[in-house]
């Protein structure tokens, strides 16, 4: 079964996860366009079973969504990157930074939530579902 290895920019920190992510999300919530610093931030979400190891010093930032749900965002203590965070809307799961993957054909999202937010200019794949808000 294939290892992928997330990191962030200085390398210092790092996420192993076995397998296959079971979702990757597009989320134009207003705390993801900060967090990124982009108009959009991409989450391949897999179960809390397939992390691997994670490596390196980090500091954990927790925030509520819009919805009340609490995130904790999990980014390198040197650089800044947001590697990873759980979030109380699935519990059972890690979601990883896509970007932090660098695999230009990492799989693609399916999803596109907090469309309400999205930048007018931004446009979504015509196949992705779309939610006003989170998933419903």
């Not at 990757?24 to 397939?50: E, H, I, Y």
């Not at 995130?71 to 979030?87: I, L, R």
């Amino acid at each position: 079964m294939v290892i992928r290895t997330a990191s962030c920019c200085c390398g210092r920190l790092s996420i192993a996860v076995r397998g296959n992510c079971d979702t990757v999300n597009a989320c134009s919530c207003l705390q993801c366009q900060k967090r990124t610093g982009s108009a959009v931030g991409l989450g391949a979400f897999f179960n809390k079973n397939q992390i691997v190891s994670i490596d390196g010093t980090y500091r954990s930032f927790t925030r509520f969504s819009e919805e009340g749900r609490k995130v904790e965002s999990n980014f390198c203590m040197n650089c800044g990157t947001t590697v990873f965070w759980y979030g109380d809307v699935r519990p059972d799961h890690v979601a990883v930074a896509v970007g932090c993957f660098a695999d230009p054909v990492f799989t693609a999202p399916t999803r596109a939530l907090w469309c309400q937010h999205k930048h007018y200019w931004f446009s979504f794949p015509a196949r992705m579902l779309r939610f006003p808000k989170a998933a419903g």
